[in-house]
């Protein structure tokens, strides 16, 4: 059975950091790219990142770009998102994903972002 | 990048009805990488069609998707009072980003 599980979100000032963490779990990791979403509180969903399966390329929004890194490690299964200088709308729930042939979603990571 | 416009923003229906959601795309989406996602408040979203017309598992065969190119519709052919929710639509074709729609509001009437 394919789990995604976030961690590492909480509240933050404007300008600091946090780091999300997605769990991976029941398929071959490695093998598929991996995909950030976030949803802004009352607000749409927003695609905000994706990495290949090796790492090779990686993927940003215009409005996270600069600010946030994604990385994996497939040795430990693990997707992470590296979120610096953030802001006031960076608040959102933040979604890991990936697609095997159907997509699978985590259950979201609460970001607040406030001072 | 891919535009996705879904239409209407609200819709209000009765149990019972059939329910028609469109999701109109700026640009040809590529290998019809088209899907559907059912959100409630305070939950993820929950996907529900993708491939633009492959159901995921245990969605009921109520829902189903279908179009390809730029115009895709989901159908819901008999509503549920648990069907009342907002669907989103998200392009995944090609290179990101993988676009979402601004989502349709599906409302008791």
């Known amino acids: 059975e394919v789990q995604l599980l976030e961690s590492g979100g909480g509240l933050v000032q404007p300008g600091g950091s946090l780091r999300l963490s997605c769990a991976a779990s029941?398929?071959?990791?490695?093998?598929?790219?991996m995909t950030w979403v976030r949803q802004a509180p009352g607000k749409g969903l927003e695609w905000v990142s994706a990495?290949?399966?090796?790492?090779?390329?990686?993927y940003y929004a215009d409005s996270v770009k600069g600010r946030f890194t994604i990385s994996r490690d497939n040795s430990k299964n693990t997707l992470n998102l590296q979120m610096n200088s953030l802001r006031v709308e960076d608040t959102a729930v933040y979604y890991c994903?990936?697609?095997?042939?159907?997509?699978?979603w985590g259950q979201g990571a609460l970001v607040t972002v406030s001072s | 990048e891919i535009v996705l416009t879904q239409s209407p923003g609200t819709l209000s229906l009765s149990p019972g009805e059939r329910a028609t959601l469109s999701c109109r795309a700026s640009q040809s989406v590529s290998s019809s990488y088209l899907a559907w996602y059912q959100q409630k408040p305070g939950q993820a979203p929950r996907v529900l069609i993708y491939g633009a017309s492959s159901r995921a598992t245990g969605i009921p065969d109520r829902f189903s998707g279908s179009g390809s190119g730029t115009d895709f519709t989901l159908t819901i052919s008999r509503l549920e009072p648990e069907d009342f929710a907002v669907y989103y639509c998200q392009q995944y074709g090609g290179s990101p980003p993988h676009t979402f729609g601004q989502g349709t509001k599906l409302e008791i009437k």
């Open positions: 990495i290949s399966g090796g790492s090779s390329s990686t």
């Open positions: 994903a990936t697609r095997i042939t159907m997509i699978y």
């Open positions: 029941g398929f071959t990791f490695s093998n598929y790219a």
